[in-house]
Nanobody, 123 residues
C-alpha cells in the first residue's frame, strides 16, 4: 500500500507562484512514475503533469506548459509541482498520483492517489 500526501495549496493572486509537494510512503517511489491532476468545481479531473520514475522525461498539459514544472527527489520520496504565473483558471483541487512500476510512458493509469490540496487563484 502506498500513501500519497499533498501539501502546499492555498489562496494566491493571479500572477503569483505556488509549489505543491507530494510525499509518498513505502519503498516503491523511485520506481514509480508520478503525476499531478486537478479538478475544478463542476468539472472533471484533468491531467496536469507527469514525470517518469528517473526524472528524465516529463509531460505537461498544454494549458500549463511553460508555467508549471514537475520535479522529484527519489531520496526524499517527494515530487513537487512548481506553479508560476498562476491564472484564475488554475483554481482547483490538485491531486498527486503514482503509477507503480510504471511499464509505459506516459502512464495510462495510476494506482494510488492522494487526498488533494486546494489551490485558489483570485483575480
Amino acid at each position: 500500500q502506498v500513501q500519497l500526501v499533498e501539501s502546499g495549496g492555498g489562496l494566491v493572486q493571479a500572477g503569483d507562484s505556488l509549489t505543491l509537494s507530494c510525499v509518498a510512503s513505502g519503498s516503491t517511489f523511485s520506481r514509480s512514475n508520478m503525476g499531478w491532476f486537478r479538478q475544478a468545481p463542476g468539472k472533471e479531473r484533468e491531467f496536469v503533469a507527469a514525470l517518469i520514475y528517473s526524472g528524465s522525461m516529463n509531460k505537461y498539459a498544454d494549458s500549463v506548459k511553460g508555467r508549471f514544472t514537475i520535479f522529484r527527489d527519489n531520496a526524499k520520496n517527494t515530487v513537487w509541482l512548481q506553479m508560476d504565473s498562476l491564472k484564475t483558471e488554475d483554481t482547483g483541487v490538485y491531486y498527486c498520483a503514482a503509477d507503480l512500476y510504471g511499464s509505459s510512458w506516459p502512464p495510462k493509469t495510476y494506482d494510488y492517489w492522494g487526498q488533494g490540496t486546494q489551490v485558489t487563484v483570485s483575480s
